[in-house]
Structure formats: C-alpha cells, structure tokens
C-alpha cells in the first residue's frame, strides 16, 4: 500500500541566613559505652601468593597466544567483498516496500488506526493484537509514512518514507514482517544539472519470511545500524559517507562497520580518488573485528598527505598492527543513482 504526500508537521541551594550564630553543643562525658574493637590482630597472616596473575583491567582471554585468523591479503579481499556487498546487496529501501506489503491485508477493522495522527500531523500510526477477517494477525505498532513520488521546487523524489516502531504482520498468505527500530530515508534527483541524491538512517532489525524477499536483506534477517548520504551525477562521479554498519550479510564476512568514512571521485574534489578516509571493521568466523585505517581525505576538497595516498589502510588486530589491505574499494563511487 502506498499513501499519497501529505505536508509532514514533526513537529540550586540555598545557604544559610547571613547573620546566623552556629551554636556548639558538647555531648557529656559520662556514659558512652566503649566501642568493641573489631580491627584483625596484628599478627594475621595474609593470603598466601600463589603466582597467579589477575585478568587485565579490561579483559580476559584465556589464549591471549592466539594469533589472527586472517593475514593481511585475506583481510584485503573480505574487505573487498564485505564493502561490494553493503553497498551493492543491501537496498536500504525495501524495508518501505515491505511494510507496504506486510499492511495491504488490512480490513476495515484492523490494525487499528490513531486517525488524529494523520489528520494532524500527516502521518499514520497503527497498533495490532487483532486478525483480519481473512486471517491477517496484526501485532505491535508502528508510525510513520511512505510517501508516493512527487516534485517539490524543481527536485523529483522517487522514493522517500519514515517509519518507526516495534510490529509483526503474519499474512494470510503465510508469509510475515518482524521489523522494529527506526528507519528513514529519501532519495532525490535533480534534473539541471542531472544529479542524485540519497539519504539513509536505518537503525533496527527487519525479517521477511516468505517467497517476495527471499534472496534479500529482509529474507536473511540482517541488524541494520547505520547513516549514509552521497550523490552521483554523469560528469562529477559519485561520493558516499558512511558511519554505522551491519551484521548478517551473506557471504564470507557477515558483518561490516564503517567509522568515519568518506570517499569520493576527483570530479567531486577529492585529492585521493583511490582511497577513503576513516576506519572500516570487519569480523571474521571467530567473531575477532579486524580494524583497517585509511588516510585519504575526509571531505570533498580536504587534503591528504600524498605519501600515505596509495590505496591501502593499516590492519589493527588486538591493537596491534599487522600489516596492510589493499582492497578494491572502486564500488564506493562507481555508481549512478544510487549504489544499489
């Protein structure tokens, strides 16, 4: 279900009196009773010291000995595939689809609508623990809009929506939506100079099961927790700033987190094309995060030490250092529109 565009409306102590007189008061001498004394006697004999060292402050691993599953080439290439995969796989935007189809099996009757919302601040909100008459169970609540396409001040919006909350469909069909967190995002283009733009906040988790997005994000139960704008246009290229990240993708390396992240094509001023700025993580198949640390620029027309400006980023495995990754970055800026 898609709903037309409506106008979004989101809407110390006091001291004492100045010229006060503290008057002392002294307890009388006689009968206080005399207080035990409980300290150890002198000669206790301490604990004896067995050798035994403590954990570290922080943590305690038991084969601190063991060393990285991933050399440095490895790193390289899972960095590679687990960026492909985040930026080509991952379409942000299903989950507004998917809410559209989890709720076209409403009745008249359920979910059940809070209408002030809408007519006040131009968007829906819907709660369940109620069945469809055809057998759509309904539970949770959500709030929020997915707009149709429309024009405003010469840009053209394709797709934009918000929705936020904790709700599940079970579909007549047999097929369902879990989804809770918060997600919003638009896209935009412009058509003098032909540009695009995209934005994404998706901060939750979202499971589809059933046929209509088997194969997807939604199908493999990914935890989504990131922020992501770039534009793209024919002339310029493509930029993209990444924080945040996400775990349950498909392939090798499952998870990926980007902090601080920014790369961008020459067109769009950056000074080292070939490589981002920022930290990009990834996790291998005993759960151990691999940190690799990039020196290219950290905005459009920021500059970068042109020694350090080759394309590859440092590898941090237990704090320390184990060499380099050169991973094939290209798919950060090698799209139109938008990378997936």
Do not use: K
Request: charged share 20%.
């Amino acid at each position: 279900m898609r709903w037309s565009w409506v106008g979004l409306v989101l809407a110390a102590g006091c001291g004492a009196p100045e010229n006060s007189v503290e008057t002392v008061v002294e307890a009388p001498a006689s009968d206080v009773p005399a207080v035990e004394d409980t300290a150890p006697a002198a000669d206790t004999v301490p604990p004896e010291d067995t050798g035994d060292t403590l954990p570290g402050e922080y943590i305690y691993d038991e084969d601190e000995d063991a060393g990285a599953l991933l050399a440095p080439d490895e790193v390289s290439a899972a960095l590679t595939e687990a960026v492909g995969a985040f930026l080509t796989d991952l379409d942000p935007f299903l989950v507004l689809a998917a809410i559209d189809d989890a709720v076209s099996f409403e009745d008249a009757g359920c979910p059940y609508y809070y209408t002030d919302y809408y007519r006040l601040y131009g968007y829906y909100y819907w709660y369940g623990g109620c069945d469809t008459e055809e057998g759509t169970s309904f539970d949770g609540y959500l709030y929020g809009i997915h707009y149709d396409p429309f024009t405003s001040s010469g840009y053209y919006y394709p797709d934009y929506g918000w929705w936020y909350g904790d709700g599940s469909v079970d579909r007549a069909d047999g097929q369902s939506l879990e989804i809770s967190g918060y997600w919003s995002m638009y896209q935009w283009l412009y058509s003098s100079p032909a540009s695009a733009y995209v934005y994404v906040y998706a901060y939750g988790d979202a499971e589809w099961d059933g046929a209509d997005y088997a194969g997807t994000w939604l199908g493999d139960a990914a935890s989504l927790s990131y922020t992501m704008t770039g534009a793209s246009d024919p002339q310029s290229g493509a930029w993209v700033q990444l924080d945040g990240g996400v775990s349950g993708l498909s392939g090798g390396t499952d998870s990926v987190w980007f902090d601080g992240v920014y790369m961008g094509t020459a067109g769009y001023g950056s000074s080292c094309p070939q490589e981002p700025s920022g930290t990009i993580s990834i996790r291998d198949d005993a759960g151990e995060w691999y940190d690799v640390e990039f020196q290219g620029p950290t905005y459009a027309g920021g500059s970068s030490f042109p020694p350090e400006c080759d394309g590859c980023g440092d590898i941090w495995y237990r704090g320390t250092n184990i060499g380099q990754a050169c991973a094939d970055l290209s798919v950060m800026t090698d799209w139109e529109g938008v990378p997936w």
